[in-house]
């Protein structure tokens, strides 16, 4: 295929274009341009093989919007995808791009009451978008029929096999006639997706998109959890504790960015927003602020943002979890560019967990998860950003007036309490603490290890009985460990020694077997759970 770097070459229609044009979409990613026109013109099914982060969900959403009749009731089009979460996020963006058919476009997932569900099939489902196990609910109660159905859409697919819809797919697939074509959309190409497709899928056509790196590894991600009423208290703190904060605040709605960007201004940071009800002419006048740092911080929702290309950014804050991977990708994309590192955050809750761990394994990377700073860290901070200030001036030419006055102040006066009352004078505001509320830290999420030694990102902290009076260093516990499980020297983290003993951070399943294989040795283990904090 030659080279295609606009939509308009795909033979989309200029209703779709016009919606593209809308949410800001300028080119087409590289799986968008191979897949669509095949879509469009071909009859084949179509295996695409893409990482996650590629813009998959528009390869398949916009050829079907255009092809389906939105007048017929039946059910045209039906995508298979692996939680309730992607469900959510698909059919939001299929609505996106064809707003005036959004009664048309039904969502079917468990945690959803059957009936209100069997009501939006009967109004007319022509495109469903679901997790197997409900469709198949569904299938089976006659509530949803695909005796007509055109398309079938099997969305990471490779994902709904590790979870184990194997069997649910094919279900699925039983039920369809076999004019419908099916569209397969997947990261990696394993065993099971071969059988599966030598199966059911005969004749298609492979696309294959070249893997780049999903996340840059200049890009430290981080996750903080807290509660839903103190999330804004966490940004100021993570705002406060970086010196030269320059950043983005991604939102899920233009109300949140809004809301938001109001309460930072109101405690004196200097930020704007950038959301689908802002005029172009604003839009750009904020971009120019930003991009000259006359304002440092950009609240955005990731429609509004698609196509800002900022660089040297210090953090990219994810007040809101992003829905899907995909969205997580370009939101964190934006820092760690050309050499430079930064800082990827995520705030959440507690019950968010579930989706940040789909979030971390579709787009192959890991997210830490950290305290936030506590208040004395950023009050010292401070201290250190205005001192490195004060001592950058102060081989500056000062003007006589000042060295008089100053003079004048140390005459009859100690010069220790001269200085301290003039920086109380000058920064008594900035190093207040009185502006900062207090945080429930205390949230719990995730599993927990036998000790309480599972935290909630999927590693076990363990107990090390030797420190630095046993002259242990890091490549000796690295060391040790191996000897005792096997793995690899990367997923081996955080290790601290202290004077008597050591701490470190293993994947909890290695944890796991290390702690057994200890046990069943004959002599006192060396490594165990660490104990919980009370």
């Given at each position: 295929?030659?080279?295609i770097?606009?939509?308009?070459?795909?033979?989309?229609?200029?209703?779709?274009?016009?919606?593209i044009?809308?949410?800001?979409?300028?080119?087409p990613?590289?799986?968008?341009?191979?897949?669509?026109?095949?879509?469009?013109n071909?009859?084949?099914?179509?295996?695409?093989?893409?990482?996650?982060?590629?813009?998959?969900?528009?390869?398949?959403?916009?050829?079907i919007l255009?092809?389906?009749?939105?007048?017929?009731?039946?059910t045209?089009?039906?995508?298979?995808?692996?939680?309730?979460?992607?469900?959510?996020?698909?059919?939001?963006?299929?609505?996106?791009l064809s707003?005036?058919?959004k009664?048309?476009?039904?969502?079917?997932?468990?945690?959803?009451?059957m009936?209100?569900q069997?009501?939006?099939?009967?109004?007319?489902?022509?495109?469903?978008?679901?997790?197997?196990?409900?469709?198949?609910?569904?299938?089976?109660r006659?509530?949803?029929?695909?005796?007509?159905l055109?398309?079938?859409?099997l969305?990471?697919?490779?994902?709904?096999?590790?979870?184990?819809?194997?069997?649910?797919?094919?279900?699925?697939?039983?039920?369809t006639?076999?004019?419908?074509?099916?569209?397969?959309?997947?990261a990696?190409?394993?065993?099971?997706?071969?059988?599966?497709?030598s199966k059911?899928?005969?004749?298609?056509e492979?696309?294959?998109?070249?893997?780049?790196?999903?996340t840059?590894?200049?890009?430290?991600?981080?996750?903080?959890?807290?509660?839903n009423r103190?999330?804004?208290?966490?940004?100021?703190?993570?705002?406060?504790h970086?010196?030269?904060?320059?950043?983005?605040?991604?939102c899920?709605?233009?109300?949140?960015?809004?809301?938001?960007n109001?309460?930072?201004?109101?405690?004196?940071?200097?930020?704007?927003?950038?959301h689908?009800?802002?005029?172009?002419?604003?839009?750009?006048?904020?971009?120019?602020?930003f991009?000259?740092?006359?304002?440092?911080i950009l609240?955005?929702?990731?429609?509004?943002?698609?196509?800002?290309?900022v660089?040297?950014?210090?953090?990219?804050?994810?007040?809101?979890?992003?829905?899907?991977p995909e969205?997580?990708?370009?939101?964190?994309?934006?820092t760690?560019?050309?050499?430079?590192?930064?800082?990827?955050?995520?705030?959440m809750t507690?019950?968010?967990y579930?989706?940040?761990?789909?979030?971390?394994?579709?787009?192959?990377?890991?997210?830490?998860?950290?305290?936030?700073?506590?208040?004395?860290?950023?009050?010292?901070?401070?201290?250190?950003?205005?001192?490195d200030r004060l001592?950058?001036?102060r081989d500056t030419?000062v003007?006589?007036?000042?060295?008089?006055?100053?003079?004048?102040?140390?005459?009859?006066?100690?010069?220790?309490?001269?200085?301290?009352?003039?920086?109380?004078?000058?920064?008594?505001?900035?190093?207040?603490?009185?502006?900062?509320?207090?945080?429930?830290?205390?949230?719990?999420?995730?599993?927990?290890?036998?000790d309480?030694?599972?935290?909630?990102h999927?590693?076990?902290?363990?107990?090390v009985?030797?420190?630095?009076?046993?002259?242990?260093?890091?490549?000796?516990?690295?060391?040790?460990?191996?000897t005792?499980?096997?793995?690899?020297?990367?997923?081996?983290?955080?290790?601290?020694?202290?004077?008597?003993?050591?701490?470190v951070?293993?994947?909890?399943?290695?944890?796991?077997?290390?702690?057994?294989?200890?046990?069943?040795?004959?002599?006192?283990?060396i490594?165990?759970?660490?104990?919980?904090?009370?």
């Amino acid at each position: 295929m030659s080279q295609i770097t606009l939509f308009s070459e795909l033979g989309l229609s200029q209703e779709t274009l016009a919606a593209i044009t809308a949410k800001g979409f300028q080119t087409p990613t590289p799986v968008q341009a191979e897949t669509i026109p095949r879509i469009l013109n071909g009859t084949n099914h179509i295996i695409a093989q893409a990482q996650t982060g590629t813009g998959k969900t528009a390869a398949f959403g916009l050829p079907i919007l255009d092809t389906i009749d939105f007048n017929a009731k039946h059910t045209q089009a039906l995508i298979l995808v692996p939680t309730r979460e992607l469900a959510g996020q698909v059919c939001a963006e299929l609505i996106s791009l064809s707003g005036q058919h959004k009664n048309t476009i039904v969502p079917v997932y468990g945690g959803q009451p059957m009936d209100t569900q069997c009501r939006a099939l009967k109004r007319g489902g022509c495109i469903v978008v679901g997790t197997p196990g409900r469709i198949i609910d569904h299938l089976k109660r006659k509530t949803l029929r695909v005796d007509q159905l055109q398309y079938l859409i099997l969305d990471e697919a490779d994902e709904m096999l590790n979870m184990g819809f194997i069997e649910d797919i094919e279900s699925v697939m039983e039920y369809t006639p076999k004019s419908t074509r099916i569209l397969l959309f997947s990261a990696t190409m394993p065993d099971r997706i071969r059988t599966l497709a030598s199966k059911y899928i005969p004749n298609y056509e492979h696309i294959k998109i070249k893997s780049e790196a999903v996340t840059t590894p200049l890009t430290e991600q981080l996750y903080f959890e807290v509660k839903n009423r103190d999330k804004f208290e966490a940004l100021c703190r993570i705002i406060d504790h970086q010196v030269g904060f320059y950043g983005m605040i991604f939102c899920r709605t233009k109300r949140d960015v809004d809301e938001v960007n109001n309460q930072l201004i109101q405690r004196g940071y200097t930020s704007e927003p950038i959301h689908g009800d802002i005029n172009q002419t604003q839009r750009e006048r904020t971009l120019s602020r930003f991009r000259k740092k006359t304002i440092h911080i950009l609240v955005a929702t990731d429609v509004a943002a698609r196509g800002i290309d900022v660089d040297n950014l210090t953090h990219v804050i994810n007040y809101a979890l992003p829905q899907d991977p995909e969205s997580y990708v370009h939101r964190i994309g934006r820092t760690g560019r050309a050499g430079q590192s930064g800082t990827a955050i995520t705030l959440m809750t507690s019950n968010e967990y579930r989706q940040l761990v789909f979030i971390q394994k579709l787009a192959k990377t890991t997210i830490e998860r950290r305290q936030l700073p506590a208040v004395s860290e950023i009050v010292e901070n401070k201290k250190k950003s205005i001192t490195d200030r004060l001592e950058s001036q102060r081989d500056t030419r000062v003007g006589n007036q000042y060295r008089q006055w100053a003079e004048e102040l140390l005459a009859d006066a100690d010069p220790t309490t001269t200085v301290a009352t003039i920086l109380q004078h000058c920064f008594d505001s900035v190093l207040s603490t009185d502006q900062y509320a207090d945080i429930d830290t205390s949230v719990k999420s995730g599993k927990k290890g036998r000790d309480g030694g599972m935290d909630s990102h999927g590693k076990a902290r363990l107990f090390v009985a030797k420190g630095k009076r046993d002259k242990i260093t890091p490549k000796g516990i690295i060391a040790l460990i191996k000897t005792h499980v096997k793995i690899k020297d990367s997923d081996i983290r955080q290790i601290q020694i202290m004077e008597n003993f050591s701490f470190v951070n293993l994947p909890f399943d290695h944890a796991e077997t290390l702690v057994r294989n200890l046990k069943n040795s004959n002599e006192r283990p060396i490594i165990t759970y660490a104990k919980k904090k009370r």
